[in-house]
């Protein structure tokens, strides 16, 4: 499995945060905006709560295991990469989404004397938050999950390089 790399994640925020600002200042001149709902910090949140509580479960699981405790629930392997596919996913939708909500703010700072415009723009503030949390965790999730061979793995193939 390939890691999430940092810069196509920003790369993904940056283009669409580009794309909604200009869809943004195009969709005013023809009439009325959009509207940034107030669901979408809630959920990008509840996704990183989902997924930082997943990797904590892992690790603990696996800090268990490497203790010798009797105890110990085992990790599968296949549920430990859904995990990580799911995190991954949902690192790249919340780029794009936090991306989008960051053009719209963006656009929306240009008119914060207006209170739904202000209301729209702090949506998508906590929206871009949120989303960058999910990133977060997500990587953390991926941490977690990596196993030890591949870092060996890794740094035998960029020194033979």
Known sequence: MRELRIRLLAGVFVVAGILSW?????WNSVGTLPSVPLAAPIVLALIAVVLMATALSIRARLKAQRERDPDAKGVDPLMAARAVVFGQASALVAALVSGMYGGTGAFLLESLDIPAR??????AGFSVLAGIAVI????????????PEDDDRNSGATSAA
């Open 22 to 26: 200009a869809g943004a200042r195009l």
């Open 118 to 123: 202000r209301d729209q723009a702090i949506y």
């Open 136 to 147: 977060v965790a997500a990587i953390f999730l991926e941490r977690v999950c990596k196993l």
